[in-house]
């Protein structure tokens, strides 16, 4: 498996879950709200707020990580044109694009 498949797994499992806990705490807040139990739907509320802060949470890390193997492309790619191997200039571009995509998977 690849890194950007991995990545893509990880991403999609990340917002699932954050998604499921949210969508949890939506329903203690109506339940909660309709049964007029008020600590009920702050637990809603607050379930809603932990899944945000987790998924922002997930987003900033995967940020950092992709924007370190963007910038380990390029180091190799320019290596790899100093020095005129091809091979490793194609490898930093591919690194990049890797990091592009998987950033882009990541919003």
């Known amino acids: 498996m690849s890194g950007l498949q991995k990545g893509f797994i990880m991403s999609v499992t990340h917002k699932a879950k954050h998604a499921a806990k949210n969508a949890k705490g939506k329903v203690k807040e109506v339940a909660g709200k309709a049964a007029g139990n008020d600590r009920m739907r702050a637990e809603g509320q ?50 990049q694009l890797g990091a592009r995509a998987k950033q882009h998977l990541n919003k």
């Open 46 to 95: 607050a379930d809603q707020g932990e899944a945000h802060a987790e998924h922002a949470v997930d987003k900033a890390k995967d940020t950092a990580k992709n924007v370190g193997q963007e910038a380990k492309g390029k180091v190799r790619q320019v290596a790899g044109a100093v020095t005129d191997d091809e091979g490793q200039e194609a490898k930093g571009k591919a690194e």
